[in-house]
């Protein structure tokens, strides 16, 4: 057989076609695991993945919902069917109901504490996903916890 083992998964260049193949994308963490001197190939993978994960908890979350609403109050609007009345109080809604912090403060804060351990985040390649994984689920939670 002559390549397209994992459906040319190096190839995939945006996020998109990443996290539509998943599945190769896990197939190939568990195929790097059979190779010596991986390690890190097997972390930055293994990081990748939670990234993706974080991503996607991030786009189920309440905050998205809110902000879904956003957008479709301005598009309605641009396209006569809505007032911007309606696109202001789906707005003021946002304002009123979102609470958790955006991805890029995560980072920051993920990124400073890496940067204050031994060795700086160089050190800690993997680690870095599973801090962003965690700080996004417990948002998430939470979030769903106080809609309740």
Known sequence: MSGGSFDYLYARASLGELASNLGMLHAMREALTQYPGAERALAATDDLLLRI????????????????????????????????????????????????????????IVDAALASMPGGAEAWPWLRGVMLGVAIASANLRERTAAR
Not at 87 to 104: A, F
């Open 53 to 108: 994960k974080a991503l996607d908890l991030e786009l189920s979350s309440q905050q998205m919902n809110v902000l879904r609403t956003v957008w479709h109050a301005v598009e309605w609007d641009r396209s006569g069917d809505y007032s911007k009345d309606q696109v202001l109080e789906s707005l003021e809604l946002y304002e009123n109901t979102v609470r958790v912090l955006p991805m890029d403060a995560y980072c920051r």
